[in-house]
């Protein structure tokens, strides 16, 4: 196996001026080896967890498609946004559910002053211990199922981890951006 993975962004357009509406499509695609999915075993173990899966339960730190369109990521422009110029965060509000012992999606993202929606769908108890570095962490029980606990990010920080101390292999991760160029 290769010791390095090659991820090509296929981005197909941007708005060039300030004054004009952007849109950015493509596609990721990775070259290269991709180390094999692996079964998360723990989940069979565990009486509640194996019980909600008939097939067994892979790990998503790759997942590629045929065309080698990787799922999972994350982008965003990096620098070249007008300056001045202010990005208010939407209204909406990003989902991260517990199902199934693991999170979905893997990867959320969020900007600051976001609301994100922390759910457990699970009819028994998860927790979400938040590993941030620059925002503030937290640590809370989900203990009944329908259970949505929101959480707002104040600061920028990517790929801050969320994992569930009562089912270890339980991570997700989301990317908080900044709302000012």
């Known amino acids: 196996m290769k010791n390095t993975l090659k991820v090509v962004s296929m981005v197909a357009a941007v708005a060039a001026s300030s004054a004009l509406a952007g849109e950015i499509t493509g596609k990721i695609k990775i070259t290269g080896e991709v180390p094999p999915a692996r079964e998360i075993t723990p989940i069979k173990g565990d009486k509640l967890c194996g019980a909600l899966h008939t097939k067994?339960?892979?790990?998503?730190?790759?997942?590629v498609?045929?065309?080698?369109?990787?799922?999972?990521?994350?982008?965003?422009?990096?620098?070249?946004?007008?300056?001045g110029k202010t990005y208010a965060a939407p209204a909406s509000k990003p989902l991260i559910d517990q199902v199934g012992c693991v999170y979905e999606p893997v990867v959320s993202a969020a900007m600051v002053g976001q609301t994100v929606d922390i759910k457990n769908s699970d009819t028994f108890m998860h927790n979400v211990n938040c590993q941030a570095k620059v925002n503030k962490g937290f640590n809370f029980a989900q203990a009944t199922q329908g259970q949505v606990n929101p959480r707002v990010f104040?600061?920028?920080?990517?790929?801050?981890?969320?994992?569930?101390?009562?089912?270890p292999?339980?991570?997700?991760?989301v990317h908080v951006f900044d709302r000012y160029s």
Do not use: F, Q
Request: with cysteine; glycine share 8%.
């Open 56 to 63: 067994p339960v892979m790990t998503r730190t790759y997942v």
């Open 65 to 83: 498609g045929a065309d080698h369109g990787l799922a999972n990521v994350a982008v965003y422009i990096k620098a070249g946004l007008p300056a």
């Open 154 to 167: 104040d600061k920028a920080e990517l790929a801050i981890k969320l994992i569930c101390n009562v089912h």
């Open 169 to 173: 292999w339980m991570s997700g991760y």
